[in-house]
């Protein structure tokens, strides 16, 4: 019976659901996370009577068919790359963005990933990293000596250095945009990578070409809303529940068939 082969798609489609919605959900205080829903798609339908088919001989058609469908499919889980709440730190190297941009990060195996958090640090050279101790880019320096340092809406990185009157410009960060950001390549520790599907980075300075301003001593919370996302948990729980009775009844109906004399 082709019932239970279509509710077990609608129940495997669900289980990626609650997947997708528990990452979300386990994600709602990672600094700068976007979260992710999941798109279905209804699967191929058997043509039992094609709709304009013939009827009679005397020429009549079908104004509607009967088919069937295969169930359904998890299609994608695209992000969702709204802006996040930005919340105070008091930090003077934890940079938020309030626009499009996102902060570039240079990997390990010479790759360039893309991210939301500004919680950066200084390593024991005094270059400007993140977390994870890799470099942000473009790179800035920020000596022994410095004191005062601060970052500009624009991006630019200023310090006092030993016992100058004055700040140094010890460099100038930039923001990165992409045609489709949805497309990028999530490779985890809160950093994306571009794909084909993204396009090429386009660089750019901080209030400019829509690129967004940073924000000294801030940071991007999660764009996680946790009421939403348990109600979406329920939904998909009963939808779960809903395909397995399928499947139930299904499976009654076939013992009622093998139990007739």
Known sequence: MKALYIASTGMAAQERNVEVISNNIANMRTTGYKKQRVDFQDLLYQQY?????????????????????????????PRVMSQG???????????????????????????????????FERNGDGLLVNSSGYQVQPGVTIPENATNVSISSDGIVQAYIGTATTPTQL??????????????????????????????????V?????????MQGYLE????????????????????????RVIQGADEMLSSVSQMR
Do not use: W
């Open 85 to 119: 709440t930005v919340t105070q730190t008091e930090k003077e190297l934890d940079v938020a963005v309030d626009g499009e941009g996102m902060f570039g990060i240079q990997l390990p195996d010479g790759r360039t990933a893309y991210t939301r958090d500004g919680s």
């Open 171 to 204: 460099g100038q960060l930039q923001l990165y945009r992409f045609v489709n950001k949805e497309g990028l390549q999530s490779i985890g520790d809160n950093n994306f990578v571009e794909s084909a599907a993204s396009g090429a980075a386009q660089a750019g």
């Open 206 to 214: 901080p209030n400019t070409d829509g690129a967004g301003k940073v």
């Open 49 to 77: 009577l094609r709709a304009g088919s013939q009827t009679s001989d005397t020429g009549s058609v079908a104004p509607i068919g009967i088919e069937v469908g295969s169930g359904v499919r998890a299609a994608a889980t």
């Open 221 to 244: 919370e999660a764009n996680v809303n946790p009421v939403t996302e348990i109600a979406d948990l329920i939904a998909a729980q009963r939808a779960y529940e809903m395909n397995s």
